[in-house]
């Protein structure tokens, strides 16, 4: 469990640059003006098919994992709630995961069914943008406030 673990936590970089390769492509995309490419299309489709990978592993964790279900079933629900660290991974960040990639979801699906290109980018630009600032907020990120020693992978 722990190599899907550290799996997991590496294939975050993965995500998130190329989350960053898609809101950068749709920004430029706007500014310029330019036509919404084949490569446009392709990195949404390599983010979303690399999150949805995501999802599949972090519900391998949640599921069998120590911090998920395991958590609720050991502690309850109650208990579970009361602690910031186990709300953490038993329910804010599947939750905010969930919505994440529901958002980029969304994003590549209204920015391929769009009209016209300067469109297309806009979406993708704003829904991806979000979508990027709910994974951020729901990473255990090892400088915030009791998560020190969980480490970058």
Do not use: C
């Not at 430029?28 to 999802?55: C, E, P």
């Not at 592993?57 to 109650?78: A, D, H, R, S, T």
Request: a positive charge; glycine letters at 8%.
């Amino acid at each position: 469990m722990e190599f899907i673990k550290h799996f997991h936590s590496g294939l975050r970089w993965v995500v998130l640059i190329l989350a960053l390769l898609a809101i950068i492509k749709a920004l430029m995309g706007m500014q310029k003006k330019s036509a919404f490419t084949n490569a446009d299309n392709k990195i949404s489709l390599v983010l979303i098919s690399f999150m949805d990978i995501q999802l599949i592993i972090g519900l391998v964790l949640y599921i069998f994992g120590p911090m998920g279900l395991k958590n609720i079933q050991n502690m309850g629900m109650g208990e579970v709630m009361k602690n910031s660290y186990t709300r953490f991974f038993a329910m804010e960040h599947l939750i905010g995961m969930l919505i994440a990639i529901v958002v980029f979801h969304i994003g590549r699906s209204k920015s391929k069914k769009a009209t016209d290109d300067a469109s297309k980018h806009k979406k993708a630009f704003i829904f991806y943008l979000i979508g990027l600032l709910i994974i951020l907020a729901s990473i255990p990120w090892p400088f915030k406030a009791g998560f020190e020693g969980i480490g970058w992978f």
